[in-house]
């Protein structure tokens, strides 16, 4: 493996967030500049929510070339920047910040990086009916990315935020016209809605370690015919995905997004497209060491 030589001229990019030590970035994006031979390095800072602000001021004094922003900064460090790609505005959530000679500019490749696994595995969503369970950050911005491409979506989220996913829904209808419906996640709308979708999307945290017994949808609701895309990537294989499978449904999982979303900050970065495979192999490594 190439050796990362740190010279006068590296330039740095990172990740920040709170909590941040299991973060998977580090590993993907060091693999790919190596890959590149890039002289570029890559690192995770724990900034809690109060030191948001020092934390971008620090950016640009030190000139990190990039950043990718995680809970619980997302939706806060917007203010704090000087341009927004439009989807990132729509969405009203920022995973990315470029830094072009101190204008920080901040983007959402989480969207894209969806929308790219799926694109990738040869999947179009457009006029597809897509559930998307869950109403955070995540499903947020795959939300939007549905509706760029079209589809009709249904948001399932549990009881004490689903106010949060009626105003996802609203917000989406308001910029695209494409149907967006929020219903309350139980047993009964599981029963009407997964046997109405083409494609169904785990963007809650269900499933993920130490709970991966957990599921959002029961099995015998799933059938051939369907893609089941679970966003959780840890662990890799999930117990959704392991059900969908055996009911002959097709799946994707959530390194794929991951993958994606860290494969486009680095474009953004380097201007240079990302040893996608690189990155992959990266993450598979380090998530089979932890099973
Ligand atoms: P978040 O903003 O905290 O949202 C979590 C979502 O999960 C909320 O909708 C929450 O519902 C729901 N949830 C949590 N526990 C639940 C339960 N017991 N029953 C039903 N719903 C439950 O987190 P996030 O950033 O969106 O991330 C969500 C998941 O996606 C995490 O596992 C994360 O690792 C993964 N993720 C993957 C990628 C990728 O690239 N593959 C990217 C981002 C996130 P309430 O709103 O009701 O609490």
Known sequence: MR???????????????????????????????????????YTAFRVPAQGLKAAI???RALSIRGLNITIPHKVAVMPLLDKLDPLAERIGAVNTILNEEGTLTG?????????????????????????????????????????????????????EEFEWAEGIATRISDSYEVPVFAAVLNRQNLERFVPLSDIIVNATS????PNSR????????????????DIVYNPYETR?????????AKTLDGLEMLVWQGALAFQLWTG????????????????????
């Open 272 to 291: 240079q497209s990302a040893p996608v495979d690189v990155m992959r192999q990266a993450a598979i490594k380090v998530l089979s060491r932890e099973k």
């Open 214 to 229: 957990a599921t959002p949808v029961p099995a015998d609701l799933i059938c051939s015919g369907q893609l089941v895309f």
């Open 107 to 159: 983007y959402n490749t989480d969207a894209i990086g969806f929308r790219r696994a799926m694109v990738d595995k040869g999947t179009d969503p457009a006029g597809k009916n897509v559930l998307v369970i869950g109403a955070g950050g995540a499903a947020r911005a795959i939300a939007f990315a549905l509706a760029e491409d079209r589809a009709s979506i249904t948001i399932l989220n549990r009881q």
């Open 57 to 59: 001021d620090g950016m």
């Open 240 to 248: 959704l995905l392991r059900e969908a499978k055996a009911n002959g």
């Open 206 to 209: 269900l499933g993920m370690t």
């Open 3 to 41: 050796e990362i030589a740190v010279t006068g001229k590296t330039r740095v990019c990172g990740v920040i967030g709170d909590p941040i030590e299991h973060t998977m970035s580090p590993v993907m994006q060091n693999a790919a500049f190596r890959e590149a031979e890039l002289d570029y390095i």
